[in-house]
Nanobody, 120 residues
Framework: QLQASGGGLVQTGGSLRLSCAASGRTFSMYAMGWFRQAPGKEREFVAVIRRSGGTTYYSGSAKGRFTISRDNAKNTVYLQMNSLKPEDTAAYYC???????????????WGQGTQVTVSS
């Protein structure tokens, strides 16, 4: 089970840190990612981190502004979001996948969404 938190309302240029806590003992066996879905749009990939945390990959819109990290001892993955823009407004979902390389299309577990709203 994945439990996301940390969303909220922030002004343009602000920052938020999302967290996703996983239950169970197999957290470190999964690549972890973040996705987002804006109203009327399809869910899109944001970022992914490998099981060990050594490698990350970002969407074009997230690169340079967002940082994904994980703490396997705490079974938690984070998404630090800086320089937020109104177009970042969406429900953000964490996800666990067997493969770092195919997480954009193959997710094993989804968390519930946490809403991020960026005001202009």
């Amino acid at each position: 089970q994945l439990q996301a938190s940390g969303g909220g309302l922030v002004q343009t240029g602000g920052s938020l840190r999302l967290s996703c806590a996983a239950s169970g003992r197999t957290f470190s066996m999964y690549a972890m990612g973040w996705f987002r879905q804006a109203p009327g749009k399809e869910r899109e990939f944001v970022a992914v981190i490998r099981r060990s945390g050594g490698t990350t990959y970002y969407s074009g819109s997230a690169k340079g502004r967002f940082t994904i990290s994980r703490d396997n001892a705490k079974n938690t993955v984070y998404l630090q979001m800086n320089s937020l823009k109104p177009e970042d407004t969406a429900a953000y979902y964490c996800a666990a996948a067997d493969s770092f390389f195919t997480i954009a299309t193959m997710v094993d577990y989804w968390g519930q969404g946490t809403q991020v709203t960026v005001s202009s």
